[in-house]
C-alpha cells in the first residue's frame, strides 16, 4: 500500500487540466482544510475532492477483495466516515464540496462529468454574487 498514490492521480489530472483549460485557476492539496481537498476554488467557495471507488467505498464500483475481508471492511468504513466529517466541517466553514468519483471520468461519461462539475460552479458563483449585491 506504500505505493498507492494519494496525490497528483490521474483522475486528478483529468479534472486539473479541464478546470486550467476552461480559465479556471486552483490549488492543489490545501493542507489547511479539513480533509486536505485534491483542489480549491477559493473565488467560486468550492472545493473539489477525486474519490478512487475501491478506497472509499463507492456504492456503485467499490467492491471488497475476497482475503482479509474483516480489515478492508473496517478501513474502508474509517474512510468514509472521515470523509462525511470532513465534508460536514467544510460545509460549516462555508465551503461547497463536489465529489467526483473515479468511475464518473471514464472516458464513455467524462465529459458529461466535467460539465455538471463546471456548471456547479458558475452556478455557486452566481448564487454567491447575487447575495452579496442583495446586501448593498
Not at 23 to 41: A, E, F, H
Not at 43 to 72: A, L, M, Q, R, T
Not at 102 to 127: A, F, G, I
Request: net charge positive; hydrophobic share 30%.
Amino acid at each position: 500500500m506504500a505505493r498507492i498514490r494519494s496525490k497528483d492521480t490521474k483522475p486528478e489530472w483529468v479534472v486539473r487540466r479541464y478546470l486550467f483549460s476552461r480559465g479556471y485557476r486552483y490549488r492543489k492539496n490545501v493542507k489547511g482544510l479539513p480533509g486536505t481537498p485534491d483542489i480549491v476554488l477559493r473565488k467560486y467557495g468550492i472545493v473539489i475532492f477525486i474519490h478512487g471507488c475501491f478506497w472509499h467505498g463507492h456504492e456503485v464500483d467499490g467492491h471488497i477483495p475476497h482475503s482479509n475481508i474483516d480489515y478492508w471492511r473496517r478501513k474502508i468504513e474509517n474512510n468514509q466516515q472521515r470523509d462525511e466529517k470532513n465534508k460536514d466541517l467544510l460545509n460549516r466553514m462555508g465551503w461547497k464540496v463536489i465529489t467526483i468519483w473515479e468511475c464518473q471520468l471514464k472516458p464513455s461519461v467524462k465529459e458529461q462529468t466535467l460539465r455538471e462539475m463546471e456548471y456547479l460552479l458558475n452556478h455557486n458563483y452566481l448564487e454567491h454574487y447575487r447575495q452579496k449585491a442583495s446586501k448593498i
